[in-house]
């Protein structure tokens, strides 16, 4: 309901009767007005995110300041519980409600990192791929067996723990460690795209090869990339997570999500909302992009069945006047 | 059929060589070996003195090659921290991994094949939805956290499967749900939309016509086709497994291959990591091999 008021008041004219003159965004808008999973993902990214820039500040309690007096004090809804720790506090007397908050921070920066940077060496290996076949593609296949074959978790849990455990090294390894995805799409992409016309017709007028990647190919692969990109963004967080679980990744005090669950794990039967808060946490930001993902898939797939229905039917007593008018 | 299977034989070996270069490479290079065995507080004089007993001091080229052929006549290294031939270690530990794994396979098939047929015969329909839920929720929990929330469960309000530790096959059937969990999604999915295109085929509205309907049509007609795909996905997760067992069994303390990794890894023990890590790529090689032989074999079509 808000979205589609937030859609129709951004963008009027995207929600106008007359389906021959929309532009592609206002398909694209009208769409996604349509589609509830899409809706519910954005939405639900959206808050999150916000939670995760703002929510620290407006709580206003370090998540690294202890206070021993106060151990493991439960939430508010389990008997026991103050307003003053809305989440109770953790093994150490830290506030958990800020230490998830700023573990949002953590998760989003981890994910979209890696994500970003599995892109970059995706798209380049694939468009490089796709454009010039050959044995040039032969060997990107070659490299992608033997990423594929690779077991992932292992080897970023060794890299990280020998290199020395630190955000821009876990970034870094989760993101080398998934491009697979990215360059699976933007090679067949490219490869559908380079044979169209427009490009021959580019490189007929005597544009470079460069020229040609840069303003024909990737615009026109950046839509698949997108729903990859975001699917691959929750990919990261939960290896993030993982490996932090595991003791491999961000080390403590700094609040992940999964070590906040490692740290929860030594009170299991007698503090259990210790591991389900930021599991519940981990769980609603994973969904919502993959949702999202989900959804962007299903709206810039041309052939969609998604409707572009018209909300507002034309009465047929108008019809009926307008036949009698001509008659 | 013997000559596409010998060209995939080769792929096979050429990646299985190549991985084995990178992972070496990489673990030599993240860490001075020497130092490794020292240990964190070595004196400078001591770590010398390991790099030469140990042999570290000679090129990395000629230490690569003496470690790959030692692992080709099944001589895996010894254990610095353990103490002890990586091949017994790994022998030892094998047999909980595999059984892990084949368990969590039969656990997605059991949950992931039956969904996917009923979603895909009540297309749209809440049976639908709930199986489609059921795969994006299956997607998003983290399987450490469900691992946890299972011990919850289990160990306090129904004591029904122990919660820890190896002994029986009991105590592989949490951790089996845990590690299966994770490949319904894919597999429903397949299934899903494998049966729904060939609902639509020209031969089902024949056979249909012709008076078949129900299960009978379903599994004697549709699925003959619709299930081609899904086995090859199976074969390629039950490959994933024995790498994706670092976490279900340190959550439950299976003594297995994945919990050898992650003791190792917090050890530096690198000749052991080396080989685990080789070890889970070569069977989800062989796996994927398997797959594709299996395809070619039921399909024809994908034998050029």
Redesign the interface.
């Known amino acids: 309901m808000i979205f589609e008021l937030f859609a129709k008041r951004l963008f009027p004219q995207a929600f106008n009767n007359d389906l021959s003159e929309l532009e592609p965004k206002h398909i694209f808008l009208r769409k996604s007005v349509n589609h509830l999973g899409f809706k519910f993902g954005l939405t639900m990214l959206l808050i999150i995110i916000f939670l995760g820039i703002f929510g620290p500040h407006i709580i206003g309690i370090s998540p690294y300041e202890q206070d021993l007096t106060k151990r493991l004090l439960p939430p508010i809804w389990v008997e026991g519980g103050n307003w003053e720790h809305i989440f109770g506090t953790d093994g150490n007397g830290r506030d958990y409600l800020a230490r998830i908050l700023y573990g949002t921070r953590i998760s989003l920066t981890i994910g979209f990192g890696a994500a970003f940077v599995g892109m970059i060496i995706g798209i380049s290996l694939g468009i490089l791929a796709g454009y010039f076949g050959g044995w040039v593609d032969q060997l990107v296949n070659y490299l992608l067996t033997c990423q594929l074959a690779l077991p992932g978790l292992l080897l970023a849990m060794t890299v990280v723990f020998l290199i020395g455990p630190s955000i821009t090294v876990v970034i870094l390894v989760i993101g080398v460690l998934h491009w697979t995805l990215f360059l699976v799409v933007s090679r067949s992409a490219t490869q559908r795209i380079r044979n169209l016309d427009y490009v021959l017709a580019a490189n007929a007028i005597g544009a470079s090869k460069y020229q040609i990647i840069f303003s024909d190919i990737i615009p026109n692969i950046l839509n698949q990339i997108i729903v990859i990109f975001t699917l691959e963004v929750g990919i990261a967080i939960l290896s993030e997570a993982s490996l932090s679980f595991l003791g491999v990744g961000i080390q403590p005090p700094t609040p992940s999500w999964g070590l906040l669950i490692a740290e929860g794990r030594e009170a299991l039967f007698f503090q259990p909302w210790l591991i389900i808060l930021p599991g519940i946490a981990l769980f609603l930001l994973v969904v919502s992009i993959n949702m999202l993902g989900d959804g962007l898939r299903d709206i810039t797939d041309p052939n969609s069945k998604i409707e572009i229905k018209s909300k507002v039917e034309v009465p047929i007593s108008n019809l009926k006047q307008n036949i009698n008018s001509k008659k | 059929m013997l000559r596409f299977i010998a060209g995939r034989l080769i ?1 096979v070996i ?2 299985a060589i ?2 084995s270069f ?2 070496f490479f ?2 030599n290079y ?2 001075d070996p020497a130092q490794a065995v020292a240990g964190e507080e070595a004196l400078f004089e001591e770590i010398e003195q390991v790099r030469i007993q140990y042999g570290f001091d000679r090129p990395i080229l000629e230490r690569y090659f003496e470690w790959a052929s030692g692992v080709m006549r099944g001589n895996f290294g010894e254990s610095y921290y353990w103490n002890k031939s990586v091949y017994l270690l790994v022998l030892e530990r094998a047999p909980e991994t595999i059984t892990l794994a084949l368990m969590s396979v039969s656990v997605t098939i059991i949950i992931a094949i039956p969904l996917g047929i009923l979603a895909a015969l009540n297309p749209n329909t809440i049976i639908d939805r709930f199986a489609l839920g059921i795969a ?2 299956a ?7 469900l691992g ?2 299972m ?2 469960l289990f ?2 309000t129904f004591p029904i499967f122990p919660v820890s530790g190896d002994k029986t096959y009991f105590h592989f059937v949490l951790p089996s749900i845990v590690l299966g969990a994770s490949s319904v999604p894919p597999v429903m999915r397949l299934m899903r939309t494998g049966l729904l295109d060939v609902v639509d085929s020209d031969y089902i509205r024949t056979a249909r016509s012709n008076g078949f309907y129900g299960w009978n049509l379903t599994i004697n007609h549709s699925m003959r086709n619709a299930v081609l795909p899904v086995v090859s996905v199976l074969a390629v997760q039950l490959g994933h497994k ?3 067992s ?2 279900t069994e ?1 959550v439950f303390a299976i003594n297995g291959l994945g919990r050898l ?2 003791e190792s ?2 050890g ?1 023990d690198i000749p052991t ?1 080396q080989i ?2 080789f070890i ?3 069977m ?2 062989i796996f ?1 091999l398997f797959a594709d032989i299996l395809n070619a074999y039921l399909d024809p079509r994908l034998r050029k």
């Open positions: 792929v050429a990646v190549t991985l990178i992972t990489l673990l993240a860490i994006v929720a997607q998003a929990v983290p399987n450490f956290w946890l929330l011990i919850i160990a306090l024995f790498g994706g670092v976490i340190s990794a992650l890894i917090l530096t990591v685990l890590v889970f790529a070569f989800f090689l994927n």
